[in-house]
């Protein structure tokens, strides 16, 4: 991913790992995300030989961030409320730390936990 500024000559990357890493710090703070969970591997992150497990899906075109997230929810919460404040949280934080826009930040509650 590439973001350059009109008055600096040479280019500035952020990886997806940052973008990734930005993200999960911002979800650990919301108490009723119990885990966040993996994403399934694409054919393309097999082709390309990324690693299993990936808990954050990020995607872009030029300087516009698409980011993915399944989590798992307390059941003491509201599920909608808990995604609406990931995805308020993620875009926040990572708009914050790069600079990059997020045009959108997709959250999948991918399951409920109950207290035993």
């Avoid at 009109?6 to 919301?30: C, H, P, Q, T, W």
């Amino acid at each position: 991913m590439e973001k350059t500024a009109n008055d600096v000559k040479g280019r500035l990357m952020i990886s997806e790992d940052v973008i990734s890493a930005i993200a999960v710090n911002a979800v650990k703070d919301i108490e009723a995300v119990q885990e966040i969970r993996s994403q399934p591997r694409s054919v393309i992150d097999i082709i390309s030989n990324k690693p299993a497990g990936q808990q954050v899906k990020v995607g872009y075109v030029d300087d516009v961030v698409e980011i993915g997230i399944k989590i798992s929810v307390k059941s003491t919460a509201k599920a909608t409320a808990v995604a609406e404040q990931v995805q308020e949280k993620v875009k926040s934080a990572v708009q914050e730390m790069t600079g990059l826009t997020v045009a959108r930040v997709n959250v999948t509650v991918d399951d409920i936990v109950f207290d035993q």
